[in-house]
C-alpha cells in the first residue's frame, strides 16, 4: 500500500531554514502529483505547495519565493527546502500524494489527495 514518511522537521529561528523529505513508496512514484501541507494549531490545514511529474510546480502565495519543492523521481523522494522562515511557518507539515495520469497536479485542495504521511513538525521562534 502507499506510504509517505516525512521527516526534517525540527526547531529553527525566525530568518533561517530547513529542508523537509517524504520518502514515497508503495505505488508508481511518476504517476503520482505530491503535495506539501501544513496546519498550524488552531487552523485548517492549507497547501502549501505542489509538484507534478515533470517538475511544474505550484505555490501558495504566502511561501511563494521563499519555499521550492522538488522531486527525486529516482528515489521517489519529495522535498521541501523552506527559507526565510518566520513564526507564522510553526506547523505540522505533511506530504500527500494523489494518482494522476501522466502525473500532473490539478488541485492543493487538500481534499484532492488520497494518501497522507504522518507528518512533521516545524516551529519557527
Known amino acids: 500500500h502507499v506510504q509517505l514518511v516525512e521527516s526534517g522537521g525540527g526547531s529553527v529561528q525566525a530568518g533561517g531554514s530547513l529542508i523537509l523529505s517524504c520518502a514515497a513508496s508503495g505505488y508508481t512514484y511518476s504517476s503520482y502529483c505530491i503535495g506539501w501541507f501544513r496546519q498550524a494549531p488552531g487552523k485548517e490545514r492549507e497547501g502549501v505547495g505542489n509538484i507534478a511529474l515533470h517538475g511544474l510546480t505550484t505555490y501558495a502565495a504566502s511561501v511563494q519565493g521563499r519555499f521550492t519543492i522538488s522531486r527525486d523521481n529516482a528515489k521517489t523522494t519529495l522535498y521541501l527546502e523552506m527559507n526565510n522562515l518566520t513564526p507564522e511557518d510553526t506547523a505540522i507539515y505533511y506530504c500527500?500524494?494523489?494518482?494522476?495520469?501522466?502525473?500532473?497536479?490539478?488541485?492543493?485542495?487538500?481534499?484532492?489527495?488520497?494518501?497522507w504521511g504522518q507528518g512533521t513538525q516545524v516551529t519557527v521562534s
Open positions: 500527500a500524494a494523489q494518482p494522476s495520469r501522466g502525473g500532473y497536479c490539478y488541485s492543493l485542495v487538500s481534499q484532492y489527495y488520497t494518501y
